[in-house]
């Protein structure tokens, strides 16, 4: 079954942190350049992008330097550790796959996307 899965999501404090994990089975994450998206109430917004050629990376200005975009290809798996988190982090975060990356407004878009996870909630609240 072809698919993405997420995890480490949980409720932390303000300046907490968290790593979110995004796993490949049936096909080869390396492969693929991968996003992690933020649902925000009127859209998804792209925080972090990886590409898997040159391992160029992208983050949205609103985590800059507080998050880290990572990727164990051995593990089929790309990370997002989140530092210093604050309230506005708070939604369901997911990770995509496909070829292309660009960014709009600082925030990356995913072109010809293969596949969505299903989201894994993160909520920062004291």
């Known amino acids: 079954q072809l698919q993405l899965v997420e995890s480490g999501g949980g409720l932390v404090q303000p300046g907490g942190s968290l790593r979110l994990s995004c796993a490949a089975s049936?096909?080869?994450?390396?492969?693929?350049?991968i996003g992690w998206f933020r649902q925000a109430p009127e859209e998804r917004e792209g925080v972090s992008c990886i590409?898997?050629?040159?391992?160029?990376?992208t983050y949205a200005d609103s985590v800059k330097g507080r998050f880290t975009i990572s990727r164990d290809n051995a593990k089929n798996t790309v990370y997002l550790q989140m530092n210093s988190l604050k309230p506005e982090d708070t939604g369901v975060y997911y990770c995509?796959?496909?070829?292309?990356?660009?960014?709009?407004?600082?925030?990356?878009?995913?072109?010809?996307?293969?596949?969505w996870g299903q989201g894994t909630q993160v909520t920062v609240s004291s």
């Open positions: 049936g096909f080869t994450l390396g492969d693929y350049d």
């Open positions: 995509a796959a496909g070829k292309g990356i660009r960014t709009v407004r600082t925030m990356c878009i995913i072109n010809n996307l293969y596949r």
């Open positions: 590409s898997s050629s040159s391992g160029m990376t």
